[in-house]
């Protein structure tokens, strides 16, 4: 994990690394904090995921962005209220993950101004069916859901040494207050808003691509989505889609021009002073440059992903701009993601291209080490000498070879606490000490989190097609069917399973061969099927399921090919939850 690290203990009780809460007050928040950094315009940061903002006018109060959940929009206008007993008359949202607090700040006012990028209610929309957390390919949304939930610490303590530093819990029980934009704004449009005149720019995003940067030009106020208390996040642990660091620096360069003498992040803490923000900005927008133009250059040298991430690290002089603290992400995991996407998996060596398995690379390494004894002994050694990486890498061949040898689960554990005492991102503190804590019995963490039942019934023709995916092939045989789902809703839908592949048929008229097999029933019942929360024999014996062509017994079988969920094994969310990629 590097040089001597200085560990110290939070005000949650968090064992953490110093530098960390040395840094952090400078950029973000340990608790919730109003500053007002010009008069008239308040920051309210620390009250959920990502701060507020709040501009006075003689009109009444503009809120930019309200709050990832209905919770938070309630804790914020609390907050507000402290300040000013105005009415909030317009909303502006930043991008698409802090939209969900706005019902509460309008407090009822149905005529409330919503601006916002031109497609951001589209976003919104297609975020709600989604069957987890937005992914590259929305079949896998549980599985990145459950990563997801880790990355946001559902499943570690709020106080004591494992406890979270920096990023509060997502709720699982969360809510939401979506207000849809009322007033798009194009790229470069000036308007007045509430007697404020502002120039809206949509044309940069992060990790979010319906972003909306707000200039106030007679002020030189610049409200930005761009600037983090950490560097640009250009890949997520949890797993997302690729986040082009191109645009982001693009971006920033585009802020940094503007000059601003005032500004106002929807990711960290306010900035003042022209000098200090060009500072910021430029020291930003250099060490997301090195990183791309580094992990490029290694490229060239033939370098691949594991290589990247130990060649590419901010220099001094990077690492000493405040925004750049490795606070949320490190930076050692984003060069690997810009080799995936610039030229795949593959590192050039061609010894790489057919490895053993890791669990029969295990069943070689271990007696070549000496044997289980010897491997405890030396990981026993590597955490003595603090080479905590080491030692999870040796006891993680002995735990591929059986996951349940207490010895080697407690060993893995503490080699992961360790880790994450020493680390400076809260995502891979979240994803060392969930799994240190799983270790050690103390949580269960999910597979997949499979999305609510009202989401599925909501858009079930989605959910027959990302259940195609599910299909086994060591099951399916022979098979040839083609199947049609007839929904009570008046959609419909259809599967041809033709032996390890099911195809999804959208428009079952339209498709070339008629169906072996029609299913008459509700969503709900496919919710039911899709859930693994009943037999499919039993909701067709029951009537839930109406075989009205072809047979019973056989479109049960056909259904029971595909892979079920496991209830005990996964985390169900109530409708619409966590479907957002938070930063």
């Known amino acids: 994990m590097g040089g001597p690290v200085e560990l110290v203990e939070a005000p949650n009780g968090a064992i953490a690394n110093k530098r960390i809460l040395d840094g952090i007050e400078e950029v973000g928040w340990l608790k919730p904090t109003i500053e007002e950094p010009v008069e008239g315009v308040w920051v309210f940061g620390g009250y959920g995921l990502a701060p507020i903002a709040v501009i006075d006018t003689d009109e009444g109060l503009i809120a930019f962005d309200t709050g990832d959940t209905k919770h938070d929009g309630e804790l914020l206008l609390k907050a507000i209220r402290t300040v000013s007993d105005k009415p909030i008359k317009a909303i502006i949202y930043g991008h698409s993950h802090t939209v969900f607090g706005a019902g509460v700040l309008a407090e009822g006012n149905r005529t409330i101004q919503v601006i916002g990028h031109p497609k951001l209610n589209a976003v919104v929309e297609a975020n709600t069916k989604a069957a987890g957390f937005p992914a590259y390919f929305p ?34 029980d969360a809510e939401f207050a979506f207000l849809p934009v009322n007033t798009p704004v194009q790229d470069g449009e000036v308007r007045t808003v509430l007697g404020q005149k502002m120039q809206f720019f949509t ?225 891979n503190r979240a994803h060392l000490l969930s799994q240190a804590l799983a270790l050690e019995g103390k949580v269960t963490l999910p597979r997949v989190v499979p999305p609510a039942a009202e989401t599925i019934t909501a858009f079930p023709e989605n959910y027959v097609d990302y259940f195609r995916v599910r299909i086994d092939p ?52 496919w919710a039911q099927v899709y859930m693994s929360s009943e037999p499919v024999a039993a909701l067709i014996d029951g009537g839930s399921i109406t075989v009205t062509q072809g047979n019973g017994a056989e479109a049960a079988r056909v259904l029971n090919l595909f892979d079920r969920y496991d209830p005990a094994k996964a985390v169900v969310i109530p409708p619409s939850s966590l479907v957002q990629d938070h930063m």
């Not at 549980?142 to 303590?157: E, H, V």
């Not at 000059?259 to 500072?279: C, N, Q």
């Not at 440059?289 to 002089?317: C, E, H, N, W």
């Not at 010897?374 to 990486?389: C, G, Q």
């Open 139 to 172: 079949e896998i949304g549980p599985y990145l859901t459950a990563r997801g939930l880790i990355q946001f610490n559902a499943f570690m303590p709020s106080e004591g040494p494992d406890a979270w530093v920096l990023n509060t819990t997502f709720p699982k």
């Open 203 to 427: 044309k940069y995003g992060s990790d979010d691509k319906v972003h909306t940067t707000v200039w106030l030009p007679d002020r030189k106020i610049l409200l930005t989505t761009l600037l983090w208390s950490s560097p640009p996040q250009l890949y997520s642990v949890r797993g997302d889609v690729f986040r082009d660091p191109r645009e982001w620096i693009e971006g920033l360069k585009f802020n940094r021009n503007l000059e601003p003498e005032v500004l106002i992040s929807a990711a960290a803490r306010p900035v003042v002073g022209k000098e200090e923000v060009r500072k910021r900005l430029q020291g930003y927008l250099d060490g997301a440059s090195f990183v791309l133009d580094q992990s490029l250059r290694g490229i060239l040298a033939g370098k691949g992903p594991d290589d990247l991430r130990r060649l590419v690290r901010l220099p001094a002089y990077l690492q000493e701009v405040p925004n750049n603290l490795e606070n949320y992400g490190e930076v050692s995991s984003y060069p690997p993601a810009i080799h995936y996407q610039a030229v795949g998996w593959y590192d050039n060596d061609a010894a790489n291209l057919s490895p053993v398995a890791p669990l029969d690379e295990a069943r070689r390494m271990v007696p070549l080490m000496g044997g289980r004894s010897a491997v405890l002994a030396a990981a026993d050694d590597a955490m003595e000498k603090k080479e905590y990486s080491w030692a999870a890498q040796l006891v993680n061949y002995l735990y591929r070879l059986d996951p349940t040898d207490e010895a080697v689960r407690t060993r893995k554990a503490e080699a992961l606490r360790q880790m994450a005492y020493v680390s400076t991102g809260a995502n």
């Open 474 to 525: 060591a099951k399916s045989g022979e098979t040839d069917q083609v199947l049609r789902f007839e929904f009570t809703n008046g959609t419909s839908a259809g599967l041809h399973v033709r032996r390890a592949v099911a195809e999804f048929i959208d428009d079952p008229d339209a498709y070339p061969r008629d169906a072996d097999i029609v299913l008459r029933l509700s969503p709900k019942a």
